[in-house]
């Protein structure tokens, strides 16, 4: 016979969990009724973030150089997140270590100077 009553702090643990959660979700629904600051009306639908409406629908396509300078932009934040460490850690690895960096920074200079050869960076 397998004893459960181990298993009891994690069960008070999940129904403490989600008794708050089902907290954090409904009762401000409920206040807001309460309260009435769920009916729209004009000011509230208008535009805030800008402050004038917007030229076109939301939803219009993006250019695709929207998205390449998006993921370039990711790259190039990811290599500078594996520089540090690199740098940091440079004593331990040694030679290697220099050298397959070396190569990796070699590999994104090609792409970049594809990328903008291409004209992916031209913004017009």
């Known amino acids: ?3 459960l009553s181990q298993y009891l702090p994690i069960l008070i643990f999940l129904v403490i969990a989600l008794a708050l959660s089902t ?3 409904f009762l401000p629904m409920g ?4 309260t009435g600051t769920h009916n729209p009306n004009a000011d509230k639908l208008s535009e805030y973030e800008c402050g004038f409406p917007a030229f076109e629908d939301p939803r219009s396509q993006f250019d695709v150089r929207f998205y390449l300078i998006a993921i370039l932009f990711i790259v ?3 290599e500078a997140a594996f520089l540090f460490p690199w740098a940091v850690s440079l004593d331990v690895t040694g030679w290697p ?3 397959t960096m070396m190569v990796f920074l ?3 200079a090609i792409g970049l100077a594809y990328a903008w050869k ?3 960076l031209d913004w017009e």
């Open 23 to 25: 907290a954090f979700v």
């Open 76 to 78: 190039f934040d990811l």
């Open 1 to 3: 016979m397998v004893d």
């Open 97 to 99: 270590g220099w050298i």
């Open 106 to 108: 070699g590999e994104l």
């Open 31 to 34: 206040v807001a009724r309460l």
């Open 118 to 120: 291409k004209g992916a």
